[in-house]
């Protein structure tokens, strides 16, 4: 193990002026106004918009709070560090890989090591059942979030190209589209052009010039490692920083493992673990942002006899409908040189494939992003996804630098038999293992071949010869589905929970369907609305 | 085996390793020993993986498998958690180790004697079958699920060896990248510290 890691100088509890390596001097180890349970991206949002509007505000993670000089480093096998690598149990027919491919722990969650491509939704996406009859459509309307888009884009300033040809947006982003692009960016934009398909350069929560003391990106390529230089957004570098000078409590290394009710039926507070020892946070209000997997693990551990089947779940709906997007990597081999290690990931997009349309024979879309590889994931998803290893395993990755690739963000229809669920198998914190239970459905797969097919098109029109496809996955979304009708969701329309007034779930676990493109955007513009909507409560006291 | 391995014979990514940040070097410097003596694997299970790794990242060399094994048994014997574990699968520590030992049954019940002592050809059909879910039938599979013990073997053998500085030099890439990055990114541009090919080849 490198000697020098820091994790913030090894504190746990932090705020304005003070750090601590124990919690022996908590700001609010009294009881806050609201107890936020997770500082990823959803998180984060919510303790700068709270904390900014007045409240005492406590933020409990349960990884470290990462020092990106010291703790981050241009390597891919050192920096799986930044996932959730507590293991989780998986069924279902295709069951989902974890840890890095999807889950993030410590301050920022996800958003330390995601790729920052940063996609708005289409309108189309919350009224699919409206518009497609499948699924259901969502308590807001793209209306309700435009503001909120529009906000979290000017925070982080957002980089973008002029116009943007999809969708209810058309541009112009706050910072100016990021050039020069890499060469796999060039090819994709290359081989769509030929075919008459649009793309454009990727909007990305990166920048592009200098930004709040911070620099623009210098394409070293490692955003999945966490960004050393500080130029990819994260709320472990922007919203918690702030959200402690406006006076918020970040305890990170900090697991909550119960979410305690009192007689009323409200939440009290919760409970958590600190290096084996147990600790309590009273709160007037408390937000879940514990995103997909360990939010329904947290309301289902926490039964008591008022709530037998777990917390807000009176429909019955906590850890069902879990969605991903299917994220399949399409691969074709050119005569030249592509150098996939080169540059930000993902710096050329396409929206052409996102809505439905009849004669594709399925409905809703997908995204396509150009996106780089390194060879630890080349290899890794090769050997375990796609089954190939020894001499032909070695052929290809001779060849690394000759591959050019583009990866699926396909949208994943809800499906109750998708679920997260409690296993008999105890974690070293005593809590039950969840089960993550995924099955692609029919729609899901025939959108799949669509998209491997005109990806594979793109390819071959830019040169390449198509060369092999890895079945993968990205982000997850649902397990507390939002919605008006308490006896089919978990949260209404502000995140707040049907069943008990005092508790929030904001997150990605609130998605209603999965949208076609990457999730993060629409994840913050959410939170930002949930603090508002508290915000505007409070005034009504 | 030990055909072209590389399409870029003068490329030393370790030439580089002053331009990378200090925590990055260190990481990576680590991996080309001395390794300390293994934590979990015993000796015979050592062999084994070290074997096995030959046939998977398709390579003899001692130095380089040496790291995939110190990486091997660095994952088995840490506390961290395993990501994802399909249901009806034993924790890697037990997949593995008795994972071993029903190969050892399976090569001697197959063909006389264990996995060491048999023919190249005969490990690698019985690799081949473990991948595949296929070996011949032993109560063993019960309890150990081959394809499960396939890909945990394959998949951590790979992470460690696309990770050893020699493989990365041999396959081209850039490697470490902080503070320097990139300034050439586009098609048909390097910058000039990256791997050139031999100017012979087409
Ligand atoms: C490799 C990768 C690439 C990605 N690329 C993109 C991209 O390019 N664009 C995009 O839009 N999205 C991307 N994503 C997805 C993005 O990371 C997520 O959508 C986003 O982080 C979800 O936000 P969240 O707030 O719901 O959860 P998270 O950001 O995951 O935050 C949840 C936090 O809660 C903490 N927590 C969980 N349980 C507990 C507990 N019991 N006690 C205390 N703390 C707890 C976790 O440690 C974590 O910090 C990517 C994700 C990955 C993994
Ligand atoms: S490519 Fe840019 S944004 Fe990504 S890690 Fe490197 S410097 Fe940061």
Redesign the interface.
């Known amino acids: 193990m490198?000697?020098?890691h820091d994790y913030v100088l090894h504190n746990c509890d932090h705020y304005d002026g003070h750090r601590y390596n124990h919690l022996d001097k908590r700001k609010y180890g009294d009881g806050a106004d609201i107890c936020i349970v997770g500082s990823g991206a959803a998180g984060g949002v919510l303790a700068y918009e709270l904390s900014k509007a007045g409240f005492e505000v406590v933020v409990i993670e349960a990884g470290p709070f990462w020092n990106p000089q010291?703790?981050?480093?241009?390597?891919?096998?050192?920096m799986q560090?930044l996932?959730?690598?507590?293991?989780?149990?998986?069924?279902g027919s295709d069951?989902?890989?974890?840890?890095?491919?999807n889950s993030g722990r410590g301050v920022g969650g996800g958003t330390v090591h995601f790729t920052g491509v940063f996609y708005r939704f289409h309108e189309s996406d919350f009224r699919v059942k409206t518009l497609d009859g499948v699924a259901d459509d969502w308590p807001i309307t793209y209306q309700d979030l435009e503001p909120y888009y529009e906000k979290i884009e000017k925070d982080i300033a957002v980089s973008g190209p002029k116009h943007f040809p999809w969708g209810p947006f058309q541009g112009p982003y706050p910072y100016p589209e990021r050039e020069?692009?890499?060469?796999n960016a060039?090819?994709f934009r290359e081989g769509c052009e030929r075919l008459g398909i649009r793309s454009t350069v990727a909007p990305l929560a990166i920048l592009s010039a200098p930004f709040d003391g911070r620099p623009p990106?210098?394409?070293?390529?490692?955003c999945n490692q966490g960004c050393?230089?500080n130029a990819k957004f994260s709320t472990l570098i922007h919203h918690i920083p702030k959200a402690i000078g406006h006076g918020a409590e970040v305890l990170s290394d900090c697991m909550v493992t119960h979410v305690k009710v009192d007689k009323s039926g409200e939440v009290e507070g919760v409970t958590f673990v600190h290096d084996g020892k147990e600790y309590f946070q009273k709160a007037k209000i408390t937000i879940l942002s514990a995103f997909c997997i360990e939010t329904p693990r947290l309301l289902l551990n926490s039964a008591c006899p008022q709530f037998p089947d777990g917390l807000a779940n009176s429909s019955g709906m906590v850890g069902k409908e879990l969605m991903t997007h299917s994220g399949h990597d399409i691969f074709a081999k050119f005569h030249?040189?592509?150098?996939l290690?080169?540059?930000t990931p993902v710096l050329a997009v396409s929206q052409e494939f996102y809505e439905t349309d009849a004669s594709r024979g399925f409905v809703r879309g997908y995204t396509f992003n150009a996106h780089g590889a390194?060879?630890?994931g080349?290899?890794?998803n090769?050997?375990?996804k796609a089954?190939i290893?020894?001499?032909k395993?070695?052929d290809i990755?001779?060849?690394?630098?000759f591959h050019a690739q583009i990866t699926l963000v396909g949208e994943v229809l809800p499906d109750k038999n998708n679920t997260v669920t409690l296993?008999n198998e105890k974690d070293?914190y005593g809590m039950p293992r969840p089960?993550?239970t995924f099955s692609y459905g029919g729609n899901d797969n025939k959108l799949i071949a669509h998209a491997v097919q005109k990806a594979n098109e793109i390819l071959t029109a830019a040169g390449g010869q198509p060369s092999f496809v890895t079945p993968d996955t990205g982000h997850l979304m649902g397990t507390c589905r939002m919605g008006n009708d308490p006896s089919t969701s978990v949260v209404d329309h502000s995140c707040r929970s049907h069943d008990i007034p005092n508790l929030y779930i904001c997150s990605a676990a609130a998605f209603v369907t999965s949208g076609g493109c990457n999730p993060t955007e629409t994840v913050m513009a959410l939170a930002a609305r949930t603090a508002d909507h508290i915000i505007e409560e409070a005034k009504k006291l | 085996m030990q055909e072209i391995?590389?399409?870029y014979p003068g490329y030393d990514i370790l030439k580089e390793e002053d331009h990378?940040?200090?925590?990055?070097r260190?990481?990576?410097l680590k991996r080309l020993g001395p390794f300390p003596e293994h934590k979990f694997l015993k000796h015979h299970e050592a062999q084994m993986i070290f074997t096995i790794a030959q046939?998977?990242?398709?390579?003899h060399r001692k130095e380089i498998l040496d790291y995939v094994l110190h990486?091997m048994d660095n994952t088995l014997s840490s506390?961290?958690?395993?990501?994802?574990?399909?249901?009806g699968t034993p924790?890697q520590k037990v997949l593995i180790r008795e994972g071993l030992k029903a190969i050892d049954k399976l090569a001697k019940k197959q063909y006389g004697p264990p996995f060491l002592e048999i023919s190249i050809e005969q490990q690698?059909s019985i690799?081949t079958a473990l991948?595949k879910g296929l070996a011949p039938p032993m109560k063993e599979w019960q309890t150990i699920p081959q394809k499960a013990l396939f890909?945990k073997l394959?998949?951590t053998m790979?992470?460690?060896?696309?990770?050893h500085p020699t493989?990365?030099s041999?396959?081209?890439?850039?490697?470490?990248?902080?503070?320097?990055?990139?300034?050439r990114?586009?098609?048909?541009?390097?910058d000039p510290w990256?791997?050139k090919?031999d100017a012979n080849e087409s």
């Open positions: 490198p000697t020098n010291t703790d981050f480093a241009s390597d891919e096998l050192s560090s996932a959730w690598n507590d293991t989780r149990l998986v069924a069951p989902l890989g974890m840890g890095h491919n020069p692009i890499s060469a060039q090819v990106c210098i394409n070293r390529g490692f050393k230089p030249d040189e592509v150098r290690y080169k540059g390194r060879p630890l080349l290899a890794k090769l050997v375990s089954g290893w020894g001499q395993l070695y990755m001779r060849d690394y630098n296993s070293e089960v993550v | 391995r590389t399409r990378w940040d200090e925590h990055t260190e990481i990576v046939h998977i990242v398709y390579d990486h506390p961290v958690g395993e990501d994802q574990r399909k249901t924790e690698l690799l991948h890909k394959a998949t790979v992470s460690a060896y696309y990770s493989v990365w041999e396959i081209g890439y850039g490697g470490p990248a902080y503070p320097r990055g990139y300034v990114v586009e098609r048909g541009l390097t990256e791997a090919r």
